[in-house]
């Protein structure tokens, strides 16, 4: 049994299928992989208890076939296999990687071994996205999230789709960011979890001009986009209220431009350099004055702003958090809202070309 298969095609697969074997998600390693056959179509699915993900590729082929092989060497062969084709060929318990310069012969693990098994349950409901909008709203809330937090629902992403309407919302206690959109869709009252590590993997692998597919039930979410199909487990765990996170009260507001403050606080930090540096914004007049200081060196500067402050206020920052959150803003010129009895700041973009709006939350150390 032989089927060829082009390197081009299978090589922008690669790293996908490296790091869906390296993600060991709830302490499950993945040790093999199991190709299927089936003429010209290669499945290639990585599986353990906890999610399965498979990959469809074009070969030359009129076979068909099963079998499970070690999922390290196989991707160090592929990996390292010189020209633009390679052919494989199965010998009974054997699989021939080749050319006409070079053999490789791994063992195919044999059917009566016990491999852990994802079990897919059904009844799915289907949500429709445009992959530029997912990777967005992933963008936006990833960096919020904790995979190791203790409280199990904040260690995902949650979705909650009511009709036309979106919400997403992550925090990890110190950063909360809260993203609505309008939607597609013919559900209401749809609420789930999905695990960081998942979103975290596909969003590298979002294009522009794909459609996503998210099928959901209680249990489990399946996303499908391009050639590929991952299925995982929900985080089965409410979760926590969010609706009175963002303060109604009145608070002052400030517009400036997104790259000017970056460039800012990076003068901030690379003068004062530390693993983890607080910095102090000082609201007053039209200005915000940002500074820092260690041991050896203190740092200020001055930013001008066109809203004038009425009340001065001085707040401590976390520098890392507070650059990682304005940078996933997408607009030119940002919002910084400061209340007076509540100690985080609030940003927003200025302006949206769309239906989407957020809010981010970042607690203040003072």
Known sequence: MIFKIAKKYLNPKLNLIHNLTQLNYNSYNIDNLTLVLNSTELKIIITNISFSAQINLIVDSNSNANFQLNAKLFLEIIKKFPGEEINFKIKKDILEI???????????????????????????????FESHKLKSYLENSLFAVNKNDSRIALTGVFFKINFNELTIVATNGIEFVKITDNISNEYS?????????????????????????????QDQIIIKFANIKIISKTINKKYPEYQGIIPQENYHEIILAKEKLLNSLNRVYYTVAGKSLIVKLRFYNKNIEINASNDYF?????ITTNNFIEK?????????????????????????????????ILLEPYSSISNKKISMILFINN
């Open 98 to 128: 080749y050319n006409k310069n070079i053999k490789y012969s791994l063992n195919i693990k044999s059917k009566n071994e016990k491999f852990k098994n994802f079990e897919i349950t059904k009844d799915f409901k289907e949500i429709n």
């Open 189 to 217: 009252k749809i609420e789930f979890i999905i695990p960081k590590e998942i979103l975290s993997l596909i969003k590298n692998y979002l294009e522009f001009n794909q459609k996503c597919q998210i099928l959901y039930n």
């Open 298 to 302: 203190f740092y200020e500067e001055v």
């Open 312 to 344: 001065e206020k001085m707040i401590e920052i976390d520098y890392l958090k507070l650059r990682e959150m304005i940078s996933t803003i997408e607009s030119e010129n940002i919002i910084i809202k400061t209340f007076a009895s509540k100690k985080l």
